[in-house]
């Protein structure tokens, strides 16, 4: 029997990834791309693209200090088109230029944007530029009107549309280095307008590709939504509103204890969103409690939505998770929700994904416990961070030895692509005929 290798929709989509990494490694080496007009390491802008084209946030510099307008810019670009998939924005470009969408490029669309059908595939990609550039543009136009009478007209445009793109990408760069390194957005923890927007922005990129469409073709109908619709619509509100009640319980006297009361409450509500895959913070993170730094990295070990700009386990895989439970506990062999029952072979789907992360987040911590001095709270926190790209970190992450750093941004790579989405690239498919095997039980629990 003869094995073909080839280059799978998945392998082509992990091999856009590396190309925009590479790329984006290349141009932040480059003298015009730091401040100072210096070379900075191939092994340091490795990291910097790495965490922009995988939307994650985490940095050994700071992004203002340390990157000129050309570098920044570059960060930018990568977020954007990594936010967005490298697919999706090839062949938005071939549609523009307008060249022919063949069956295989449709094919590698329906990969990127989480759809199991080829036909429509041009006018999703459109739908999903349109919505991107209509939502990045009010945020931008909205945020403008806080930063114009701080910073003027041109930094004022710039800084709207930089951090409109972070916030929509699920990224988590910031330029407001200019109020203290690493700062964020702290500086705008008690501002309505800042906290509104930034969440909004974060939401709409986190909940998904599929979900967009399908809330605009069926508007406010929510009975004539999609199952996976419902479910992650449902599983977010639970999540962003239950995470900021905790976060509250947990945080009143400790990081959010200098704050007023309703500062407390938007503080709270703005990280139970950012946790999820932004990347973005109002509070010192330095001064979370035990519980509430748990509870940030169970958030983030979550994530957002199949199919969009975050990272992380997804929705969907966490609703599935509990779901299972219950059905295992009532001795059913069906999972149903909403009046319809789910492919049996879901369930051993989200278990592969819980799986995976599990491992990878045991083995980096296993690693990063032996070699750094940070406490094991923090490492954990920086690695579940990474692998759900979040951006979120408690400790300079410039202070990790380079080994702890190779292991961030396999992280960040995994998390971005997909844990099993990799592993299915590496896998080969053989034409071996199944071979039925004896059955036998074991004991479970």
């Given amino acids: 029997m003869k094995l073909k290798k080839k280059i799978t929709y998945k392998r082509f989509i992990i091999l856009g990834f590396l190309i925009l990494i ?72 071939s549609i523009a ?178 946790a999820r895959t932004a990347g973005f913070n109002t509070v010192d993170l330095t001064k979370l409690s035990k519980s509430g730094s748990l509870l940030m990295t169970s958030l983030m070990a979550v994530g957002g939505s199949p199919a969009s700009t975050a990272g992380g386990i997804k929705t969907t895989t966490l609703a599935v998770l509990f779901l299972n439970a219950y059905a295992a506990a009532r001795h059913t062999k069906s999972i149903t929700l909403f009046s319809r029952r789910l492919h049996d072979n879901v369930a051993e789907q989200a278990g592969a994904v819980i799986t995976i992360f599990a491992t990878a987040v045991f083995a980096s911590l296993l690693f990063m416990c032996a070699k750094e001095s940070a406490g094991a709270g923090d490492i954990l926190f920086e690695i579940v961070s990474a692998a759900g790209t979040v951006g979120l970190a408690k400790t300079v992450t410039a202070a990790f030895l380079p080994a702890s750093k190779i292991i961030l941004i396999l992280l960040m790579f995994c998390g971005r692509v997909g844990g099993v989405t990799l592993m299915l690239s590496l896998a080969e498919k053989c034409d071996f005929a199944p071979v039925n095997r004896p059955e036998e039980k074991i004991l479970i629990g």
């Fill in 22 to 93: 590479a790329v984006g490694t290349l141009l932040l080496t480059l003298p015009i791309a730091s401040k100072d007009r210096s070379m900075t390491s191939l092994f340091d802008a490795l990291f910097t693209a790495t965490s922009a084209s995988c939307v994650t946030g985490l940095v050994v510099f700071d992004t203002f200090s340390h990157w000129s307008l050309f570098g920044q810019t570059v960060i930018l670009l990568l977020v954007q088109i990594g936010g967005l998939g490298v697919i999706s924005v090839i062949s938005m470009f």
């Fill in 97 to 274: 230029l307008g060249r022919r969408i063949g069956l295989q490029e449709r094919q590698l669309i329906a990969e990127t944007a989480g759809n199991g059908q080829i036909g429509g595939m041009v006018r999703l990609i459109k739908r999903i530029f349109l919505i991107t550039l209509i939502v990045e543009s009010t945020g931008a136009v909205l945020l403008f009107i806080k930063f114009y009478p701080m910073l003027g007209v041109g930094r004022g445009i710039y800084y709207a549309i930089f951090h409109s793109v972070s916030a929509f990408c699920n990224a988590g760069f910031d330029l407001f280095g200019v109020r203290g390194e690493y700062a964020s957005l702290t500086p705008f923890a008690g501002d309505v307008l800042v906290n509104v927007v930034i969440m909004l922005l974060i939401i709409i990129g986190g909940i998904g590709f599929p979900v967009w469409d399908d809330l605009i073709k069926k508007k406010l109908k929510f009975k004539k939504y999609d199952l996976h619709t419902k479910i992650v619509l449902c599983v977010s509100f639970i999540l962003i509103f239950g995470g900021a009640a905790l976060f509250y319980i947990f945080e009143r006297n400790a990081s959010l204890g200098g704050m007023k009361g309703g500062t407390k409450i938007l503080s709270s509500l703005f990280q139970s969103v950012t």
